[in-house]
């Protein structure tokens, strides 16, 4: 089995930064792909970044692009998110996805259904 387990988030004003980290553990072989999805309140979740094991990025969405940055450090089997230049509408729980085949694709959301494991989330406020 794999755990995942977020934690980086908090309150912050518009404008600040944030780094979300996701510390993985157990049978961390078992996926190919990692990745970050949020979900505001009121909304479904969806997917803001991706990431092959071995380093390559595959996405970013277009709401986030220039001022989020994935990163992945497998020494320590732990995922990042950087957050930056954070604004309100950016407000919502923030969740860490493992995955396998197909969970990753260049320039393309992610595919929730590909993702098979899942931490707890992490909420992230941003007040203007």
């Known amino acids: 089995q794999v755990q995942l387990v977020e934690s980086g988030g908090g309150s912050v004003q518009a404008g600040g930064s944030l780094r979300l980290s996701c510390a993985a553990s157990?049978?961390?072989?078992?996926?190919?792909?990692m990745g970050w999805f949020r979900q505001p309140p009121g909304k479904e979740r969806e997917g803001v970044a991706s990431?092959?094991?071995?380093?390559?990025?595959?996405y970013y969405a277009d709401s986030v692009k220039g001022r989020f940055t994935i990163a992945l450090d497998n020494a320590k089997n732990t995922l990042y998110l950087q957050l930056n230049s954070l604004k309100p509408e950016d407000t919502a729980m923030y969740y860490c996805?493992?995955?396998?085949?197909?969970?990753?694709?260049?320039?393309?959301?992610?595919?929730?259904?590909?993702?098979?494991?899942w931490g707890q989330g992490t909420q992230v406020t941003v007040s203007s």
């Open positions: 996805a493992a995955g396998g085949l197909g969970a990753c694709r260049y320039g393309q959301r992610p595919d929730q259904s590909l993702y098979n494991y």
């Open positions: 157990g049978a961390t072989y078992r996926y190919t792909c």
């Open positions: 990431i092959y094991t071995s380093g390559g990025v595959t």
